[in-house]
Structures are given as structure tokens and as C-alpha cells.
């Protein structure tokens, strides 16, 4: 019983500088857990050269290339497709697409969608499927020939998820298509890739 009472006296700040440390180890590990998720969102958005910011004139420039490479049978923007590719611009910017086709066996076309769940994806989209005024290519439901394309200038105006989409046949189901998306919390434009993608334009 003597031998008792000593180790319960000493009890009580036991456990006081365990719990002290175990707070301290949690906190430096959300900490840590904070600064990797800062780190890797820092990675995730890109700057690449095909878009250009002009921040004083809130205008962005985003050149696109169909059939960029062999990615996905060539049916890809800038060697993306399937949503592996999102481009982010603030509300309120100037959106210039300059819109050209590489791929010499099929033509191609790119226009602003909504996004479409898996099982309504559509065969063909033309103007009628356009989610923003102005925003798509000449000929959107039939596409433009190699080496060909066009400009397309529009306001990003209702912040939400948007779709870059190639409306000639069966193309958009064959997976081209990309994510566009207007950030109400963006202060510049950016790319963000998909872990794990196919390499693309860089």
C-alpha cells in the first residue's frame, strides 16, 4: 500500500504530459497534413505555354490543338480527354480560344457544354447543346478539317463546371472531351491534370 500511494501521486502528471504530447503530435500532424495538401494543389495547377493571362486586361488565351498526339486514337484536346484536363478561369475574364485541328484523319470541333453524366453523353452537339453564348467553332456538330481551325471569343460569366467538347459524331463518346470550369474563387487562370494521365501538351 506505501508503494501505492506514490504511483498514484504520480499518475495525474503521467497522464497530463501524455495527453499534452499526443495534442502536440496531433497538431503537428495536421499540420504536415495541411502543408501536403498545399503542396500538392501547388503542383496540380499549372501554367503551361499553350494558355496566356493578361490579368491587367482580365483576358486568357488558350490555345487548343485537336488530335495533339495519338492519345485516345487522336480524339483528345492538347493529348487530353475523358476529363483529365480542367481549365480554370475567374469570372468575369475575356476567354479566347484559338482552336486549330492536327488530326489529318478526322475533322474536329470544340464547343462549351454543360457537363453530361456518363450514360447521356451525346452522339452529335451543335449550337443547340452550347452552354455559353459564342462559345464553340465553326461547324460544331460536323467539325473542321485538318489543318484548319478558328477563334472563339467569349465571357466567362455564370461560375460553374463546363465541358470542352468535340460535337462531330461519336466523338464526345469516344471520350473527347475535357473540363472548363468558371471559379467564382479564382484569381488567375490555370491548369490542372489528372494524376495518372497520358502525357499531353505541355
Not at 50 to 71: C, E
Not at 185 to 198: K, N, Y
Request: charged share 15%; glycine share 10%.
Amino acid at each position: 500500500m506505501r508503494l501505492a500511494a506514490p504511483v498514484l501521486a504520480g499518475a495525474a502528471p503521467l497522464q497530463e504530459w501524455l495527453s499534452s504530447m499526443l495534442a502536440k503530435g496531433a497538431a503537428a500532424a495536421a499540420l504536415f497534413f495541411l502543408l501536403l495538401l498545399a503542396a500538392a494543389r501547388a503542383q496540380s495547377e499549372l501554367h503551361p505555354s499553350w494558355l496566356q493571362a493578361d490579368a491587367g486586361a482580365k483576358k486568357v488565351r488558350i490555345d487548343i490543338v485537336a488530335g495533339w498526339n495519338a492519345n485516345n486514337g487522336a480524339l483528345n484536346f492538347n493529348g487530353y480527354f475523358t476529363g483529365d484536363m480542367m481549365v480554370v478561369v475567374p469570372v468575369g475574364w475575356t476567354v479566347e480560344v484559338d482552336f486549330k485541328n492536327n488530326d489529318a484523319m478526322l475533322p474536329h470541333s470544340l464547343l462549351v457544354t454543360k457537363p453530361y453524366p456518363p450514360d447521356h453523353v451525346p452522339e452529335i452537339a451543335g449550337v443547340n447543346e452550347v452552354a455559353i453564348p459564342r462559345a464553340y467553332t465553326d461547324n460544331p456538330d460536323q467539325g473542321i478539317p485538318a489543318p484548319k481551325g478558328d477563334k472563339v471569343s467569349f465571357k466567362a460569366q455564370a461560375p460553374g463546371d463546363y465541358w470542352f467538347f468535340c460535337g462531330a459524331p461519336g466523338h464526345g463518346l469516344g471520350g473527347m472531351w475535357t473540363k472548363f470550369k468558371i471559379d467564382a474563387a479564382a484569381s488567375a487562370p490555370s491548369v490542372t491534370i489528372t494524376q495518372g494521365a497520358e502525357a499531353g501538351r505541355p
